[in-house]
């Protein structure tokens, strides 16, 4: 009996992890509609889930991409920042757009993960999100 050749198995993975935040913001618009935007500038609240995704191939002796307890560590030290804040507040955030809150976790993100790949941002509860990605 012959035996079927090996099949590769590729070795890029990406790794993820998903937290939540609660905040406060306002937002400027530029919308015809009045309501939408009086709302928008008054200040009111979302919960924020966000997702953190690293990229790589898998280490030979450890099988990971990345040590999931280093990412969920570098994440319980932004959270804090986000977490039960008024965003227009944060420092280095910019307007408290879906855009810049990505931004904002890729840059803490990235300074200890080099392989990071994508951050993702949504507000469930009305559907809206933002997907950054190297």
């Known amino acids: 009996m012959t035996q079927a050749p090996a099949i590769p198995i590729p070795r890029r993975c990406e790794v993820s992890q998903k937290f939540f935040f609660d905040a406060a913001h306002t937002l400027k618009r530029t919308l015809d509609d009045a309501e939408e935007v009086a709302g928008s500038r008054r200040i009111h609240g979302h919960t924020y889930h966000a997702e953190v995704t690293v990229a790589g191939n ?10 999931l307890g280093h990412l969920r560590n570098a994440i319980a030290v932004l959270r804090p920042q986000l977490d039960h804040h008024l965003l227009d507040e944060v420092e280095g955030l910019g307007p408290p757009t879906l855009e810049n809150l990505a931004a904002f976790i890729w840059r803490a993100m990235a300074r200890e993960f080099s392989g990071l790949w994508q951050v993702r941002v949504w507000r469930e509860g009305i559907g809206d999100s933002c997907t950054l990605r190297a």
């Open 58 to 67: 898998a280490d030979e002796d450890t099988g990971m991409v990345v040590d």
